[in-house]
């Protein structure tokens, strides 16, 4: 079938395979390439775009890694069929910015929005002072009407004054965060646990006791290093699954003798000064991903 290439701007600082991405995700919000769709192949492609296989592999490579488009050796490269696949370890994005990046339609509904005293677990991880309170927002987040995610944020009131006031129910909190109040999301810590949903989450996600759902931890930091936001974050076992990209390391191949085990890394990685980008997270060596 024919295609239509974008018209990119060889003269603009962002890389041309980064535009051809974003052409490329434009063609799949649009319905024109839908789920399961099959990718013209590349030497096609490329001449089409009018760019060389090369810069048209990294932007497709970008989109691999990020769960939009998926390889199948000797058979091509397709749009995935599970409609959303976040990048979790590697990537700071929210999760409604996700679904909307696939053109998925969802709605959120918004439990519990107030200013409040924080739990001591929360007030360490937000290196508040006693008696500095927070926003706490607790939401639903809903796909074709079924609630997938259940999400308890929250915010040093401080450093969002008014917060307690926005509509979640139409805006992002790191949206609100960047856009209204101009604070620099840079880096965030995830940790990842399955439980038995109960209680409360159960209700929430509409799930029988014991049914299983992944939790997640997370602390977002700003580009000066103050945590920003603390969230507690459930989704549905049945709607997700989490995979993860790694690599054997070179020291570990040069350097260790056969049989030789290396022990895990404890402690979160330390971000360097090329890591930290503000609204893309930051990336490194392997990437954990929830497919939904």
């Known amino acids: 079938m024919g295609v239509e ?6 003269t603009s600082p962002v890389p041309l395979y980064l535009q051809i991405k974003e052409w490329m995700l434009d063609q799949i919000r649009s319905g024109r390439w839908p789920q399961r769709f099959k990718l013209p192949a590349e030497e096609d492609l490329a001449g089409a775009i009018g760019v060389s296989r090369g810069t048209l592999r990294k932007a497709i ?3 691999v890694s990020e769960g939009v488009l998926d390889q199948i050796h000797g058979k091509g ?5 599970g409609g959303i696949e976040q990048p979790l370890a590697q990537r700071l994005s929210a999760f409604s910015e996700l679904l909307e990046e696939r053109g998925i339609t969802y709605s959120t509904r918004v439990l519990e929005q107030a200013l409040e005293e924080p739990a001591s677990r929360v007030a360490s991880l937000l290196r508040l002072e006693p008696g500095q ?7 639903i987040r809903l796909v074709e009407s079924c609630p997938v995610a259940y999400m308890e944020n929250y915010v040093p009131a401080h450093l969002a004054p008014g917060l307690e006031r926005a509509d979640f129910t139409r805006n992002g909190l790191f949206r609100t965060l960047e856009q209204e109040y101009g604070l620099r999301l840079a880096w965030g810590q995830r940790t990842f646990e399955a439980l038995g949903a109960e209680g409360d989450v159960a209700r929430y996600l509409d799930l029988p006791p014991g049914a299983p759902v992944f939790y997640i931890q997370q602390v977002v930091y700003l580009d000066d290093g103050r945590p920003v936001e603390f969230s507690d974050v459930w989704l549905r076992g049945d709607r997700f699954r ?5 690599r054997r390391s070179r020291e570990g ?12 890394r404890v402690g979160p990685p330390v971000p360097g ?5 503000p609204g893309g997270g930051w990336s490194g060596p392997g990437a954990a991903k929830l497919s939904f």
């Open 5 to 10: 290439g974008p018209q990119l701007d060889r």
């Open 61 to 63: 490579a970008a989109l």
């Open 77 to 81: 490269t397709f749009v995935t069929a």
């Open 133 to 139: 309170r927070v926003v706490h927002l607790a939401r």
């Open 242 to 246: 989490l995979s993860a990209v790694i």
């Open 253 to 264: 191949r040069g350097r260790e003798g056969a049989g030789a085990l290396r022990g895990p």
């Open 273 to 277: 000064p090329g890591d930290a980008v």
